[in-house]
T-cell receptor
């Protein structure tokens, strides 16, 4: 079974530029998550999709971050414009069912973003 | 609001030692607790998931315990190996999402 795929693996941009990350979850998984992990901290949930609907985006900085899940499968996370404090690893995860509370989440390798 | 804390932030041990990693959480009303491993530049791999009705779970050299009443979990690693070097994170569900601790960076020296 293929795991969660993410691209690119690394990205370096200057502040005020735009960037987009892509995630392909495990086939058949209903729920997809985007996390932000700042160096030395645990991952923080940015947004959770169930199929193609948003379940939780309470911690997504909506003035600069946006995300969509196309046809309930792949997802993209965009930052526009980027700030220095957005430097982090962006992790995508998926789970088979709908509940983040009881389902095992499977993580992709992450995209390391550096904003200069 | 659920908060998860892991102490110590970093730990270095010689190969072969048994060790314990600690995780504490503020709200004891949890469904389960998970321990993850994160290698440098990699995503997270789930190691163990303990349901709220369980007190411990074992997988190979790993044993995780859960004490809901005291808001604590421990991850015991027996006979540590250099390949165990990684960051270990615990997480509990909160508000429909996972709340992570900041992790313990483990280094096992040959």
């Amino acid at each position: 079974e293929a795991g969660v795929a993410q691209s690119p693996r690394y990205k370096i941009i200057e502040k005020r530029q735009s960037v987009a990350f892509w995630c392909n979850p495990i086939s058949g998984h209903a729920t997809l998550y985007w996390y932000q992990q700042i160096l030395g901290q645990g991952p923080k949930l940015l947004i959770q999709f169930q199929n193609n609907g948003v379940v939780d985006d309470s911690q997504l900085p909506k003035d600069r971050f946006s995300a969509e899940r196309l046809k309930g499968v792949d997802s993209t996370l965009k930052i526009q414009p980027a700030k220095l404090e957005d430097s982090a690893v962006y992790l995508c995860a998926s789970s088979p069912r709908g509940s983040g509370s009881t389902d095992t989440q499977y993580f992709g390798p992450g995209t390391r973003l550096t904003v200069l | 609001k659920q908060e998860v804390t892991q102490i110590p932030a970093a730990l270095s041990v010689p190969e072969g030692e048994n060790l314990v990693l600690n995780c504490s959480f503020t709200d004891s009303a949890i469904y389960n607790l998970q321990w993850f491993r994160q290698d440098p530049g990699k995503g997270l791999t789930s190691l163990l998931l303990i349901q709220s009705s369980q007190r411990e779970q074992t997988s190979g050299r790993l044993n995780a315990s859960l004490d809901k009443s005291s808001g604590r979990s421990t991850l015991y690693i027996a006979a540590s190996q250099p390949g165990d070097s990684a960051t270990y994170l615990c997480a509990v569900p909160g508000g429909g999402k996972l709340i992570f601790g900041q992790g313990t960076e483990l280094s096992v020296k040959p």
